[in-house]
Protein backbone atom coordinates (compact mmCIF):
# COMPACT_ATOMS: atom_id res chain seq x y z
CA UNK A 1 0.00 0.00 0.00
CA UNK A 2 1.45 3.46 -0.78
CA UNK A 3 1.40 5.79 2.91
CA UNK A 4 0.82 9.07 2.40
CA UNK A 5 2.19 11.36 5.33
CA UNK A 6 0.27 15.37 5.35
CA UNK A 7 2.76 17.77 7.15
CA UNK A 8 1.71 19.46 9.53
CA UNK A 9 -0.97 18.09 11.35
CA UNK A 10 -2.54 21.81 11.73
CA UNK A 11 -0.90 25.33 10.86
CA UNK A 12 -2.50 28.80 11.90
CA UNK A 13 -2.37 31.48 9.37
CA UNK A 14 -2.73 35.33 9.09
CA UNK A 15 -5.55 36.40 6.79
CA UNK A 16 -4.01 37.65 3.15
CA UNK A 17 -0.85 35.12 3.86
CA UNK A 18 0.07 32.10 2.65
CA UNK A 19 -0.31 28.55 3.36
CA UNK A 20 1.41 25.62 2.52
CA UNK A 21 0.75 21.72 3.29
CA UNK A 22 3.09 18.78 2.98
CA UNK A 23 2.39 15.70 0.95
CA UNK A 24 4.90 12.84 0.87
CA UNK A 25 4.03 9.06 -0.81
CA UNK A 26 5.84 6.12 0.17
CA UNK A 27 6.63 5.47 -3.25
CA UNK A 28 6.45 7.57 -7.07
CA UNK A 29 2.80 8.04 -7.87
CA UNK A 30 3.88 9.41 -11.64
CA UNK A 31 2.84 7.01 -14.23
CA UNK A 32 5.50 7.19 -16.78
CA UNK A 33 3.92 6.07 -19.67
CA UNK A 34 1.94 9.53 -19.52
CA UNK A 35 3.50 11.89 -17.33
CA UNK A 36 1.42 12.34 -14.74
CA UNK A 37 1.44 12.21 -11.01
CA UNK A 38 -1.28 10.31 -9.60
CA UNK A 39 -2.04 12.85 -6.82
CA UNK A 40 -4.47 14.97 -5.71
CA UNK A 41 -6.31 17.62 -3.19
CA UNK A 42 -9.43 18.02 -1.25
CA UNK A 43 -11.19 20.17 0.59
CA UNK A 44 -13.73 19.46 3.71
CA UNK A 45 -15.22 21.64 5.85
CA UNK A 46 -17.64 20.59 8.70
CA UNK A 47 -20.44 18.76 8.32
CA UNK A 48 -19.72 18.67 4.82
CA UNK A 49 -18.32 15.50 2.10
CA UNK A 50 -14.88 16.70 0.77
CA UNK A 51 -14.14 18.88 -2.42
CA UNK A 52 -11.99 17.63 -4.81
CA UNK A 53 -9.28 21.52 -5.34
CA UNK A 54 -6.31 19.85 -7.54
CA UNK A 55 -5.90 16.45 -9.66
CA UNK A 56 -2.76 15.28 -11.87
CA UNK A 57 -1.09 17.20 -8.46
CA UNK A 58 -1.09 20.67 -10.28
CA UNK A 59 -4.59 20.74 -12.07
CA UNK A 60 -7.37 23.11 -10.56
CA UNK A 61 -11.21 21.41 -10.71
CA UNK A 62 -13.36 23.66 -12.44
CA UNK A 63 -14.75 26.81 -10.25
CA UNK A 64 -11.77 26.50 -7.60
CA UNK A 65 -10.06 29.70 -6.64
CA UNK A 66 -6.91 30.62 -8.52
CA UNK A 67 -5.69 31.09 -4.60
CA UNK A 68 -4.75 27.12 -4.45
CA UNK A 69 -2.02 25.91 -6.30
CA UNK A 70 -0.83 22.00 -5.99
CA UNK A 71 3.11 21.45 -7.22
CA UNK A 72 5.53 18.50 -7.17
CA UNK A 73 6.11 15.43 -8.57
CA UNK A 74 6.91 11.50 -8.10
CA UNK A 75 6.91 11.66 -4.40
CA UNK A 76 6.57 15.09 -2.81
CA UNK A 77 3.79 17.11 -3.22
CA UNK A 78 2.92 20.65 -2.35
CA UNK A 79 -0.43 22.58 -1.91
CA UNK A 80 -0.20 26.25 -1.83
CA UNK A 81 -2.76 28.92 -0.73
CA UNK A 82 -1.50 32.20 -1.78
CA UNK A 83 -3.82 34.71 0.45
CA UNK A 84 -6.01 32.88 3.10
CA UNK A 85 -9.16 34.26 3.01
CA UNK A 86 -12.02 33.21 6.05
CA UNK A 87 -13.69 30.55 3.88
CA UNK A 88 -10.53 28.69 3.57
CA UNK A 89 -10.90 27.43 7.24
CA UNK A 90 -11.50 23.50 6.62
CA UNK A 91 -9.25 20.03 6.68
CA UNK A 92 -6.96 19.32 3.23
CA UNK A 93 -7.00 16.12 2.23
CA UNK A 94 -4.01 14.58 -0.03
CA UNK A 95 -5.01 11.17 -1.51
CA UNK A 96 -2.57 8.87 -4.16
CA UNK A 97 -4.97 7.32 -6.94
CA UNK A 98 -1.93 5.87 -8.43
CA UNK A 99 -2.74 2.28 -7.39
CA UNK A 100 -5.34 0.38 -5.01
CA UNK A 101 -5.73 0.73 -2.29
CA UNK A 102 -6.53 4.34 -2.57
CA UNK A 103 -4.89 5.89 -0.21
CA UNK A 104 -5.28 9.29 1.78
CA UNK A 105 -2.49 11.65 4.12
CA UNK A 106 -4.26 11.83 7.27
CA UNK A 107 -5.11 15.82 6.85
CA UNK A 108 -4.15 18.85 7.78
CA UNK A 109 -6.24 21.48 9.34
CA UNK A 110 -6.03 25.58 8.49
CA UNK A 111 -7.01 27.66 10.67
CA UNK A 112 -6.78 31.72 11.03
CA UNK A 113 -3.99 33.38 13.21
CA UNK B 1 -21.43 16.12 -14.19
CA UNK B 2 -23.32 13.27 -12.26
CA UNK B 3 -24.94 13.74 -8.77
CA UNK B 4 -24.53 11.90 -5.91
CA UNK B 5 -27.65 11.32 -3.47
CA UNK B 6 -27.03 9.00 -0.87
CA UNK B 7 -29.83 7.04 1.95
CA UNK B 8 -30.61 8.04 5.64
CA UNK B 9 -29.11 7.78 9.16
CA UNK B 10 -28.85 4.02 10.20
CA UNK B 11 -28.62 3.13 13.76
CA UNK B 12 -27.70 -0.44 13.91
CA UNK B 13 -26.74 -3.54 16.52
CA UNK B 14 -22.99 -5.31 16.93
CA UNK B 15 -22.86 -8.11 14.35
CA UNK B 16 -25.77 -6.65 11.80
CA UNK B 17 -25.48 -5.76 8.63
CA UNK B 18 -26.13 -2.31 6.77
CA UNK B 19 -26.75 -1.37 2.88
CA UNK B 20 -25.96 2.24 2.10
CA UNK B 21 -27.68 3.02 -1.33
CA UNK B 22 -26.13 5.93 -3.68
CA UNK B 23 -28.44 6.91 -6.64
CA UNK B 24 -26.82 8.87 -9.57
CA UNK B 25 -28.34 11.54 -11.82
CA UNK B 26 -27.15 13.84 -14.64
CA UNK B 27 -24.91 11.32 -16.34
CA UNK B 28 -24.80 7.72 -17.84
CA UNK B 29 -23.78 5.65 -15.00
CA UNK B 30 -22.32 2.95 -16.67
CA UNK B 31 -19.35 5.61 -17.60
CA UNK B 32 -18.91 6.63 -13.71
CA UNK B 33 -16.57 4.12 -11.09
CA UNK B 34 -18.01 4.92 -7.59
CA UNK B 35 -15.81 4.50 -4.74
CA UNK B 36 -16.95 4.14 -1.10
CA UNK B 37 -14.93 5.99 1.79
CA UNK B 38 -16.19 6.10 5.24
CA UNK B 39 -14.62 8.99 8.07
CA UNK B 40 -15.09 7.83 11.73
CA UNK B 41 -15.80 10.87 13.94
CA UNK B 42 -12.77 13.11 14.15
CA UNK B 43 -10.99 11.06 11.99
CA UNK B 44 -9.31 11.20 8.21
CA UNK B 45 -10.75 9.22 5.20
CA UNK B 46 -10.65 5.89 4.76
CA UNK B 47 -11.39 4.27 0.61
CA UNK B 48 -13.30 1.05 1.36
CA UNK B 49 -13.25 -0.43 -2.67
CA UNK B 50 -14.89 0.83 -5.82
CA UNK B 51 -17.34 -0.95 -8.40
CA UNK B 52 -17.16 -0.09 -11.66
CA UNK B 53 -20.63 -0.88 -13.29
CA UNK B 54 -19.41 -0.67 -16.87
CA UNK B 55 -17.21 -3.83 -16.41
CA UNK B 56 -19.15 -5.54 -13.55
CA UNK B 57 -16.23 -5.67 -11.13
CA UNK B 58 -15.17 -4.64 -7.59
CA UNK B 59 -12.35 -4.66 -6.01
CA UNK B 60 -12.51 -4.50 -2.03
CA UNK B 61 -9.63 -2.75 0.29
CA UNK B 62 -8.19 -5.77 2.48
CA UNK B 63 -9.46 -3.83 5.34
CA UNK B 64 -13.00 -5.08 4.19
CA UNK B 65 -12.58 -7.59 1.69
CA UNK B 66 -14.37 -9.73 4.14
CA UNK B 67 -17.37 -7.83 5.03
CA UNK B 68 -18.27 -5.78 2.52
CA UNK B 69 -20.41 -6.17 -0.92
CA UNK B 70 -20.41 -3.19 -3.06
CA UNK B 71 -22.90 -3.67 -6.44
CA UNK B 72 -24.50 -1.13 -8.98
CA UNK B 73 -27.64 -1.51 -10.52
CA UNK B 74 -27.38 -0.11 -14.02
CA UNK B 75 -31.59 0.23 -14.61
CA UNK B 76 -31.71 2.42 -11.46
CA UNK B 77 -28.52 4.40 -11.56
CA UNK B 78 -27.90 3.24 -7.57
CA UNK B 79 -25.07 1.44 -6.61
CA UNK B 80 -25.40 0.03 -2.99
CA UNK B 81 -22.50 -0.98 -0.28
CA UNK B 82 -22.82 -3.67 2.22
CA UNK B 83 -21.03 -4.01 5.28
CA UNK B 84 -22.08 -6.97 7.91
CA UNK B 85 -20.71 -7.75 10.97
CA UNK B 86 -21.12 -4.49 12.36
CA UNK B 87 -18.53 -3.39 15.38
CA UNK B 88 -18.30 -0.25 17.24
CA UNK B 89 -15.92 0.50 15.44
CA UNK B 90 -17.22 0.93 11.50
CA UNK B 91 -19.79 3.94 13.46
CA UNK B 92 -18.75 6.61 10.70
CA UNK B 93 -20.44 8.43 7.98
CA UNK B 94 -19.75 6.54 4.42
CA UNK B 95 -19.58 8.44 1.23
CA UNK B 96 -19.93 7.63 -1.95
CA UNK B 97 -17.56 9.43 -4.41
CA UNK B 98 -17.02 8.96 -8.09
CA UNK B 99 -15.26 10.09 -11.31
CA UNK B 100 -16.18 9.72 -15.15
CA UNK B 101 -14.06 6.93 -16.82
CA UNK B 102 -16.03 5.45 -20.05
CA UNK B 103 -13.67 2.22 -20.59
CA UNK B 104 -13.67 1.54 -16.66
CA UNK B 105 -9.93 0.90 -16.74
CA UNK B 106 -8.77 4.50 -15.56
CA UNK B 107 -7.76 5.73 -12.28
CA UNK B 108 -9.13 9.35 -11.36
CA UNK B 109 -9.43 11.75 -8.34
CA UNK B 110 -13.09 12.18 -6.85
CA UNK B 111 -15.20 15.11 -8.66
CA UNK B 112 -18.16 14.00 -7.16
CA UNK B 113 -19.04 12.71 -3.51
CA UNK B 114 -22.43 12.05 -2.61
CA UNK B 115 -23.95 14.21 1.04
CA UNK B 116 -22.82 11.34 3.24
CA UNK B 117 -24.65 8.68 5.62
CA UNK B 118 -24.12 8.60 9.35
CA UNK B 119 -24.06 4.59 10.80
CA UNK B 120 -23.80 4.33 14.25
CA UNK B 121 -23.17 1.07 15.88
CA UNK B 122 -24.30 0.77 18.94
CA UNK B 123 -26.03 -1.91 21.03
Known amino acids: DIVMTQSPDSLAVSLGERATINCKSSQSVLYSSNHKNYLGWYQQKPGQPPKLLIYWASTRESGVPDRFSGSGSGTDFTLTISSLQAEDVAVYYC?????????FGGGTKVEIK | QVQLVQSGAEVKKPGSSVKVSCKASGGTFSSYTISWVRQAPGQGLEWMGR????????NYAQNFQDRVTMTADKPTSTAYMELSSLRSEDTAVYYCASYYDSSGRQTRAFDTWGQGTMVTVSS
Open chain 1, 95 to 103: QQYYSTPLT
Open chain 2, 51 to 58: IIPILDIA
